[in-house]
């Protein structure tokens, strides 16, 4: 098989997968640069925002009134206007591909969920019900809303405060530690899988097959696994000798303060 | 598989943080004990590379593409418990900070593929690769079918997880409140694209990886590599160690009990003495008893002694409790509570007699 008939094919996999790694760490990069604007949500404390707004996500989805959810989407894109978080923004880094992943999956239920058929579609045995459009409108809803609502608070607050804001839910240390720890080194090896690749693409000529895809595939991630293991011996020598014993401080110094 | 917000009901997702919460904290338990060892970066650095794989597309023979969990390597190297957590770390670092799955979610998330899974592909690999040697051929193919049964294993209880909820909840009007497809649409929907496409990856990238790491570092395959090589390590807490996974499949299948208020129809020959006057339920029994009639009247001795009796929690559904899928759930504690009761208390009797 040629890249010559197969034009899509052609690097497909490489370039899929850089593109994907590159959207990664662009909202990475973007989280940390709006963490540190200045808007409202910026200036509160991290517990309150956690708490907040995972009391709005709860409110949406327990509710069963349409109405009640898209004032918690609305609440939310207000939120993120006073925090110099532009609607734009989040409707391409959020809404699109929840549109996309949700929509995709409620699409299906207008027609399939059995009730009053308010729309028959010409041609085809396929009738829209009432109830069908209101629990395919209130899936994609709660799905936007939870979804602005989680990045509102990636993209407010530096990742080290999510963390411990954790712990107000009583989040075992180890568990956050494991967690910060993993964040960390998230974006280290992203960069590193993204060189990987990059340099990958450079070096590759011409077309390749599927099967020379799945080989490129798994010996890039048997690479990725080598140095994944390697670094967590580095880490691993590096506490030590730091001092690490065993026992997992963190600072927990949030002040509440008056405005 | 990673189930977003909105699809499963606020009290399934309870249900299924609270399911997760005691192999958590199990796992959070042997870690802690480890931490002085080199088991925290590991865990870490791991879960960083799971978050990687789930982004890397495979072309797939076929022409379709599919990414892996990485479940079944995570179980093969770091052992079920500290796989649970890392493969967890990374559902929830994709939950809060990428969009990737729900936030009210991750409970059921973590529970059908972190800890189920990890479950599943152990006790898998355990089985198929036996006590055969490290670099042996067998434990690259018990790696691959772990995963892929693992996989699948998770598709399948999310496919449940979003089956019942139309039967669950629904408004008034009849419009389904969370996910709007019975099973008989979910589970298909789910095991095609799981039995194939996602499958086919999570065992291609498993066994990939453990036929490589045979080759560059096998003894981070010493931590499931079997009786023959852990025995010293584990030492004499071994017994009770096996204990606790039988406790932890005790735990789940008492929180799947709800599952059986789903199945239809009566089960065959546990009638009770009023089903034989009820035309609805005697049609049943004709229909499972192939096509035999059942009797006019009630069997006489039947009637007599189902009044000797009448048990505290009949049909399992205690009547001071007005939801069936709690009554449920509440028989099936008191139901294990008396058996382990029971049990414990005729062990005590043995040792006392032996002493």
């Not at chain 1, 712990?167 to 075992?172: A, N, T, Y």
């Not at chain 2, 931490?35 to 088991?39: S, V």
């Not at chain 2, 389904?176 to 497809?181: A, I, K, Q, S, T």
């Not at chain 2, 709800?258 to 129809?265: H, Y």
């Given at each position: 098989m040629t890249g010559h008939h197969h034009g899509r094919i052609r690097g497909g996999f490489i370039e899929h997968t850089i593109e994907g790694l590159h959207a990664a760490m662009d909202k990475a990069l973007y989280a940390e640069h709006s963490a540190s604007a200045s808007g409202l949500l910026q200036r509160l404390d991290p517990r309150v925002k956690v708490a907040a707004l995972a009391a709005f996500i709860l409110v949406s989805a327990v509710t069963a009134k349409l109405w009640v959810v898209a004032a918690v989407l609305l609440l939310a894109m207000i939120l993120a206007a006073l925090s110099s978080i532009s609607l734009w923004v989040l409707a391409t880094r959020v809404w699109l591909t929840t549109l996309t992943l949700s929509g995709a999956l409620a699409l299906p239920a207008v027609f399939l969920t059995p009730g009053t058929v308010i729309y028959r579609v010409p041609g085809l045995d396929l009738a829209a019900s009432a109830q069908g459009l209101r629990t395919a409108a209130l899936l994609v809803l709660r799905a936007e809303t939870a979804a602005t609502l989680a990045l509102l608070l990636v993209f407010t607050t530096p990742w080290t405060h999510v963390l411990k804001a954790l712990?107000?839910?009583?989040?075992?240390v180890v568990f956050v530690v494991i967690l910060g720890m993993t964040c960390r080194y998230i974006l280290l090896m992203l960069e590193t899988a993204h060189e990987m690749f990059e340099s990958r693409k450079s070096r590759t000529v011409g077309a390749l097959t599927r099967g020379e895809q799945r080989r490129i595939a798994i010996l890039s991630t048997g690479a990725l696994l080598s140095r994944t293991l390697q670094l967590s011996n580095d880490v691993y020598l590096a506490m030590q000798a730091r001092g690490f014993r065993g026992e997992v401080f963190i600072l927990d110094d949030f002040r509440m303060k008056g405005r | 598989m990673h189930i977003p917000d909105g699809y499963l009901s606020p009290s399934s997702c309870a249900a299924l943080y609270a399911g997760s919460a005691p192999f958590w904290y199990m796992a959070l338990a042997r870690v802690k004990k480890a931490?002085?060892?080199?088991?925290v970066p590991l865990i870490s650095l791991f879960s960083a590379f799971c978050f990687l794989i789930m982004m890397f597309n495979l072309p797939l023979p076929g022409g379709t593409t599919g990414h892996a969990v990485g479940i079944g390597l995570a179980t093969v190297v770091l052992g079920p418990w500290a796989a649970m957590l890392a493969v967890s770390v990374a559902l929830v670092i994709q939950a809060l900070?990428?969009?990737?799955?729900?936030i009210t979610a991750i409970g059921a998330n973590c529970f059908n593929m972190a800890i189920v899974g990890s479950l599943v592909t152990y006790v898998c690999y355990r089985a198929m690769a036996g006590?055969?040697?490290?670099?042996?051929f067998r434990r690259v193919v018990a790696a691959g079918l772990a995963g892929y049964l693992a996989i699948n294993v998770s598709a399948l209880l999310a496919a449940i997880e979003f089956g019942i909820q139309p039967l669950l909840f629904r408004d008034a009007m009849g419009t389904?409140?969370?996910?709007?497809?019975p099973l008989s649409v979910s589970i298909p929907a789910m095991m095609i694209g799981h039995l194939t496409i996602a499958g086919m990856a999570e065992l291609i990238v498993s066994a990939g990886l453990v036929a490589l790491l045979q080759q560059s570092?096998?003894?981070?395959?010493?931590?499931?590599?079997?009786?023959?090589?852990t025995l010293k390590e584990l030492g004499p807490g071994r017994g009770t160690r096996r204990l606790h996974t039988l406790w932890a499949g005790l735990c789940t299948l008492m929180i799947l009990t709800?599952?059986?208020?789903?199945?239809?129809?009566t089960a065959w020959?546990?009638?009770?003495?009023?089903d034989f006057s009820n035309p609805a339920i005697r049609q049943q029994i004709a229909g499972a008893s192939f096509q035999q009639p059942a009797p006019e009247h009630a069997p006489k001795g039947l009637e007599q002694l189902s009044q000797v009796w009448t048990a505290p929690f009949s049909h399992y559904?205690?009547?001071?409790?007005?939801?069936a899928t709690f009554g449920y759930f509440l028989s099936a504690m008191f139901g294990a509570g008396l058996i382990i009761l029971a049990c414990s208390l005729m062990g005590q009797f043995m040792r006392g007699l032996r002493q």
């Open positions: 712990r107000m839910f009583r989040v075992p | 931490l002085h060892t080199r088991l900070f990428f969009g990737d799955g729900g006590r055969s040697p490290l670099a042996s389904p409140l969370y996910c709007p497809y570092d096998p003894s981070l395959l010493k931590a499931t590599a079997g009786a023959a090589t709800p599952l059986g208020i789903l199945a239809v129809g020959g546990e009638w009770v003495a009023s559904a205690p009547p001071y409790i007005r939801s």
